[in-house]
């Protein structure tokens, strides 16, 4: 009985430390502002308008989140490529800005709850490229650091493909895909969906390579500031807000 006793008293004692030395949630609050990573080319999650604003679905719903901890919410764009590295030596307090939950990442970083369920396609513009089978010895591009690169890379479709072209963000990616220097871009659906709508030459090519889900990054230490996020975000998914932010950047469901 005495061994069993140790035994959970130093349990205790390792999540009593481990706690009190939790202080991410009151860092945020006593600096008074919760800094965001994001690629601000990633409309329409986080981008900049024609005013040069940084603007999207996750930027509204990060200052809705950041009001209600009682601090302002400062967006830094980051390559994304490295984004991880700037979140964990406290150059960003989180990435908020279309994260795919890949297991990769979780081994360095933690998540949130998931908050947006997401598919990466692939997009096209070429006529004659009609099904999968017509990308074979073709190139294609993606953005560096993105969970495009690992739906590709588990695809049958990997082995078929003359090149992998990696990019610094979309952007570039799909002005290559316009010009004709690529011949597909692999993406996240949601962003796909949004420059559909600004160029129709563009459409998405077969199924989805690969179903996701969409959370916000954090520091695996930083227990607080999850939790505080995962209830705020629940109070604002029950109060309605979540839907006017999403019915304001998608429409209606």
């Not at 490229?129 to 294609?140: A, S, Y």
């Not at 990019?167 to 692999?186: F, H, I, K, M, Q």
């Not at 969906?193 to 996701?212: A, D, N, V």
């Amino acid at each position: 009985m005495k061994t069993i006793f140790k035994f959970f008293m130093l349990i205790s004692l390792i999540f009593t430390f481990a706690f009190a030395k939790d202080n991410s949630l009151t860092q945020i609050k006593d600096k008074g502002e919760f800094v965001v990573g994001l690629d601000d080319t990633f409309a329409p999650m986080g981008f900049r308008n024609n005013k040069g604003e940084i603007v999207g679905f996750d930027i509204d719903l990060a200052k809705e989140v950041s009001r209600r901890m009682g601090v302002k919410a400062v967006f830094v764009p980051c390559d994304w490529d490295g984004i991880l590295f700037n979140l964990r030596s406290k150059k960003i307090d989180a990435i908020w800005n279309g994260l795919t939950i890949t297991e990769t990442r979780a081994k360095q970083i933690a998540f949130s709850d998931p908050y947006f369920n997401d598919d990466q396609i692939i997009l096209v513009k070429r006529k004659n490229i009609k099904t999968l089978d017509d990308l074979k010895n073709k190139n294609i591009g993606l953005q560096m650091g993105s969970s495009a690169y690992f739906a590709l890379e588990n695809s049958p479709l990997a082995k078929e493909v003359k090149d992998i072209k990696k990019y610094p963000s979309n952007v570039e990616a799909l002005l290559d895909l316009e010009a004709g220097r690529t011949d597909a871009v692999v993406m996240d659906s949601v962003v796909a969906k949004y420059y559909i709508s600004k160029k129709p030459e563009f459409r998405i090519l077969g199924q989805p390579l690969k179903k996701e889900k969409i959370a916000i990054g954090l520091r695996k230490n930083d227990i607080a500031l999850r939790n505080e996020i995962n209830s705020t975000l629940t109070e604002i998914k029950n109060d309605g807000t979540f839907n006017k932010i999403y019915v304001k950047w998608f429409g209606n469901k």
